[in-house]
């Protein structure tokens, strides 16, 4: 799969996720989005990048996170966020599509369980509209 294809592939199925909202990040005097941030409730779940390297930014266990980048060349860490609980997925190495989209569905799901019950409460009211 080309890279364009994989994050056009990762990137509906992170839009798909209820109460998904993308935000573009646009670096000063650029024409184009350098990536987009994935949120749900105001609260991040995934980067992916729009140009460059094609990879994505996940929100991971701490324990799987390390068997994570044990087991795989394509995943590791690329950004500030705590390397301990964020991992980065190149979408063109060896890590298995159907993993990604695990990957990418856990984190959504551990984000979402850190929401409040107040956001939780709002995030299930979207989902029954």
Do not use: N
């Amino acid at each position: 799969m080309s890279a364009q294809a994989a994050r056009e592939a990762l990137g509906a199925l992170l839009a798909a996720q209820p109460g998904a909202h993308i935000d573009h990040y646009v670096p000063p005097r650029a024409a184009a989005p350098l990536s987009a941030l994935y949120k749900v409730m105001g609260k991040l779940f995934a980067i992916m990048s729009l140009r460059g390297d094609a990879y994505v930014i996940l929100k991971c266990d701490l324990f799987e996170a390390d068997l994570l980048r044990e087991r795989y060349e394509g995943v590791g860490h690329r950004s500030h966020l705590d390397k301990r609980f964020w991992i980065s997925v190149d979408l063109t190495a060896d890590v298995p599509a159907g993993e990604i989209a695990r990957l990418a569905e856990r984190s959504y799901a551990l984000v979402r369980a850190g929401l409040t019950r107040k956001q939780q409460a709002a995030l299930a009211a979207l989902a029954d509209s």
